[in-house]
């Protein structure tokens, strides 16, 4: 009998040793691996940072061992969710900055302004967040009080969408320009005869704020890392960065100071920079993806310098505007397509986006999936939808709920038709790339899955939902936030999904957004975030 014992022991323990070492292990949990079959499963196992086995608890134990055992108590695991449009270095400069977000009258953000100086004793004051549609008188500021409270300290603020810039009268002498300057593709606003301290758009241009110190641009990148991954985000499409920025990055993920997976939309608004990396090449790690530009094809709704084919319903002749005249958009469009690189223009306005459309039909011609994106595609005239067929619609389901107050009196009702259209625009394409704009939005990924689906503001407000005849399904919206993102980056076979072979990118959540009531989706919480399988928050 003893015999016995020691040989079935021995057994099991040639078995326990056939059985595969991994770095991790995750079991009972409520997985949706959002693959081609959309299956949900209770177990995977990691190694080297990437999945080698999902599937049930038996199979994953069966076969494998670690000494990370993650029992999972049921809990909702999606893969890491990718950000298919935001603002990643400039919301970390923006906690180095007065911030403004939120705040519900003019007043507030003096008094923001004031007690931001007497902290910091700034030689510059900046900032961003105002929103003159969120206040009781929904009308673009003056600089007067400005000018009062700091006569000698310049101070330039950006408006919430960053397409309009609030400045006083010490931003605008060290500027050197006046109501007489001329404008092509902004505009100085003007009233009385004299500067509101308003500028849209191109006009900002003229306003030269200090740039940030290095030690101030790796602590941004730092900040912006840790906010993101405390929401589940694991890759982040940063929409217009320069060469600077993307080599301090790149110098950043190399000592590992910088985790975050990073798709780099080059800013196209520099000649030189297009030039250089064309010239350069696609540059591509395990972190850093650079292979598209981020061009500007008009101005924001917010600020009215949307370019629209017809006059905006509540200004007279007034149209908005293309930021460059319509045959540079040829030239660098042809630039790009003679190369391997994507083209990424933000368009909202519906003349904007007609523009955008037939200039990249003209120059893809029979490229085949180049996977170029508009950003927004806000604002869309019925015979323009056709033309989504193959091209890709990069949207921010948050913008929706946030104009929803006061779009339709910009545009009017029958313009409203073809705005926020998502499902219109799935259906064409048939993928979609989800994003937030931040910090133009919040960061938080559950409000956009929440706007997506459904289409109401945290207040639970409207009863019935805001145009949901556009609404997306939870399903097609998590692929939006995932594989179809990564997809949108040509990065849709390493990650996207929990599947053998791609990144071990996961979050675990604090209840299920595919089955939770809807009202209870804005309250999700990330548990923890999980980056090549290393938990990262």
Not at 72 to 90: E, K, M, S, W
Not at 126 to 135: F, K, P, S, V, Y
Not at 315 to 321: I, P
Not at 394 to 413: E, N
Request: charged share 25%; with cysteine; hydrophobic share 40%.
């Amino acid at each position: 009998m003893k015999k016995l014992s020691l040989i079935i022991a021995f057994l099991f323990l040639f078995i326990a040793c056939q059985k595969e070492k991994v770095d991790l292990i995750v079991i009972n949990s409520n997985t949706y691996t959002v693959n081609d079959s959309f299956d949900v499963v209770a177990a995977f196992a990691v190694k080297n940072g990437k999945f080698v086995a999902v599937g049930s608890n038996e199979e994953i134990q069966k076969k494998y061992q670690s000494d990370n055992l993650i029992d999972a108590q049921n809990q909702t695991i999606v893969p890491g969710l990718i950000d298919a449009h935001c603002h990643f270095y400039r919301m970390g400069l923006q906690q180095q900055k007065v911030s403004l977000e939120g705040t519900k009258s003019y007043d507030e953000v003096l008094e923001k302004l004031v007690a931001f100086q007497k902290e910091k004793n700034a030689t510059f004051i900046t900032g961003r967040g105002w929103d003159q549609n969120d206040w009781e008188v929904k009308e673009f500021p003056t600089k007067d009080k400005l000018d009062a409270l700091f006569p000698k300290i310049p101070v330039a603020i950006r408006r919430v969408d960053g397409h309009a810039l609030l400045v006083n009268q010490a931003a605008i002498d060290l500027a050197g320009i006046d109501e007489n300057t001329k404008v092509s593709g902004g505009e100085i606003i003007v009233k009385d005869g004299k500067m509101t301290g308003v500028l849209i758009d191109a006009a900002m241009d003229f306003i030269k704020i200090p740039e940030p110190s290095k030690l101030e641009a790796i602590q941004g990148l730092l900040d912006a890392q840790k906010i993101c991954f405390s929401y589940g985000l694991t890759t982040v499409d940063d929409a217009g960065i320069d060469k600077n920025t993307i080599e301090l990055i790149d110098s950043l993920h190399q000592t590992n100071d910088l985790k975050m997976r990073i798709y780099a939309m080059i800013s196209g608004d520099n000649q030189a920079q297009i030039d250089y990396y064309i010239n350069k090449g696609i540059y591509k790690t395990d972190k850093l993806n650079v292979r598209s530009f981020k061009v500007y094809g008009d101005g924001a709704l917010g600020s009215r310098g949307a370019a629209m084919r017809k006059s905006y319903s509540d200004r007279e002749n007034h149209f908005g505007a293309l930021i460059y005249a319509p045959e540079r958009y040829r030239e660098i469009a042809r630039q790009i397509a003679a190369s391997e690189f994507q083209m990424n223009t933000h368009a909202i306005g519906d003349s904007a986006n007609t523009w955008l459309l037939k200039t990249y039909k003209e120059v893809l011609k029979n490229k085949k999936n180049s996977r170029w994106r508009i950003e927004h595609a806000q604002i869309i005239s019925p015979e323009d939808f056709k033309n989504f067929d193959n091209i890709l619609p990069s949207v921010q389901p948050t913008h929706a709920t946030s104009d929803m107050y006061w779009a339709q009196d910009r545009i009017g009702k029958e313009r409203m038709k073809g705005a926020y259209a998502f499902k219109d625009l799935l259906n064409v394409y048939g993928k979609i790339a989800l994003g937030t704009d931040f910090p133009v939005e919040e960061v938080n990924p559950f409000l956009t899955f929440y706007a997506a689906t459904i289409r109401k503001d945290k207040a639970n407000y409207p009863e019935k939902g805001f145009q949901m005849e556009n609404a997306l399904s939870r399903e097609e919206t998590l692929k939006g936030m995932t594989i179809w993102a990564a997809y949108s980056n040509f990065e849709e076979h390493e990650k996207g999904s929990i599947e053998v072979g791609k990144f071990a990118d996961f979050v675990i959540l604090s209840q299920d957004i595919m089955k939770v009531e809807g009202k209870e989706i804005p309250k999700t919480n990330v548990k923890s975030t999980f980056l090549h399988g290393e938990k990262v928050y």
